[in-house]
């Protein structure tokens, strides 16, 4: 979806304390080998923080930074991976209530990693067929800390989950970054790899959350991990070039590839070599020390990059995701301005 006049105000984050994947081997939470296949160096623990809290936190910086506040915000768009607090209730009036927003159309989505880039597609469309409204707030957040979770060995090898939150605030009048395109697709034959063997009605919460497993469930029973990887590889491609070319962007012009943080093989694999970005232009080192931080992964790298006076005005800027679904996404972004908040 090719798009005119919707630009990046501001961005925010909370990220919490970090632990390294060394002291985590030292502790017997992960293995040597698959931290030294991975390359990831450490990722964020939030320990007991609720992931609402750490939205608020992160909506509050993101709406300091473009110089706004709560009243003009026209819609809100929460996005998550887990549950966000008790059963039969809405995170999306307790952020609203929070950062003092009005009675404005909130929605929650559920898009696994995904979920930014979901919630720029959604709230773009209704920005562009709203001539009233001119200001989205999108937020996410997660805390894996869970008995059910092994954040360390059971999201598959080459995945380290983190816990964090972020935000970030689009409008039609201006900012620091114009989003130029925004597309995804869904690849239904996959939908099984993340599911495996599961109930799908488990009434007690009782299963674990074991995505090995399920992985492995699946090419038992449909097609090799082999086949998969090269269906999301090509499809991750096709979506990634599909938003560059409806940008007016080679993949030479791109200053930098913000992708999920993963291990060193797998970012190789589904999104730089299929595409040829050179690994200096991807966010790889960045993602490597902080973990996959579930939708949070590429505005805490966007953010990061800005913050440091990394991107400057000119410079153009690839987001690409994949999550259970089977989904994968795109985004192009083109840099405006300096951020009034970098260093």
């Known amino acids: 979806m090719k798009l005119e006049n919707l630009y990046i105000s501001g961005l925010g984050t909370y990220l919490p304390e ?19 296949d991975s390359g990831v160096t450490g990722t964020l623990i939030a320990g007991d923080t609720p992931p609402v809290d750490m939205a608020v936190s992160a ?24 549950r966000q607090g008790p059963e039969m209730w809405y995170p999306g009036g307790y952020i609203a209530r929070e950062i003092g927003a009005g009675n404005i159309p909130a929605f929650e989505i559920q898009q696994g990693c995904n979920g930014m880039l979901a919630a720029m597609e959604l709230a773009a469309g209704r920005l562009s067929l709203d001539p009233m409204s001119t200001t989205a707030l999108l937020t996410t957040a997660d805390n894996f800390t ?42 239904p034959e996959l939908e099984g790899l993340h599911r495996g063997g599961e109930p799908l009605f488990d009434p007690h919460g009782r299963a674990t959350i074991d995505m090995v ?26 979506v990634a070039l599909r938003s560059l070319d409806e940008a007016g962007i080679g993949v030479g012009d791109i200053a930098r590839a913000i992708y999920v ?6 970012v190789a694999q589904f999104f730089l070599d299929p595409l040829g970005i050179p690994e200096s232009k991807s966010s790889w080192d960045f993602g490597r020390t902080v973990g996959h931080l579930a939708a949070s992964d590429h505005v805490v790298a966007l953010d990061h990059y800005v913050s440091m006076g990394l991107l400057k005005p000119g410079d ?18 083109t840099i405006d301005a300096a951020a ?3 260093i």
Request: overall charge neutral.
């Open 59 to 82: 909506a509050r910086d993101a709406l300091t930074r473009a110089g706004s506040d709560a009243s003009s915000v026209d819609l809100l768009v929460h996005s998550c991976v887990l």
């Open 146 to 187: 869970s008995p059910r979770a092994d954040r360390w060995r059971g999201y598959g090898p080459g995945t380290v989950i983190g816990d964090a939150g972020s935000a970030m605030l689009l409008d039609t009048t201006g900012g620091i970054a114009r989003v130029r395109s925004v597309n995804q697709l869904m690849i």
């Open 316 to 333: 153009h800027v690839l987001l690409a995701g994949a999550a259970p679904g089977f989904v994968v996404s795109s985004a192009v972004l």
């Open 340 to 342: 009034p908040w970098a």
């Open 261 to 266: 943080n993963q291990g060193h093989y797998l």
């Open 213 to 238: 497993e399920r992985a492995r469930h699946f090419s038992r029973a449909d097609r090799t991990l082999a086949e998969v990887n090269e269906t999301i590889a090509k499809w991750q491609a096709d």
């Open 18 to 36: 970090r632990m390294t994947s060394r002291r985590a081997v030292d502790m017997g939470l992960y293995d040597e080998i698959l931290m030294l």
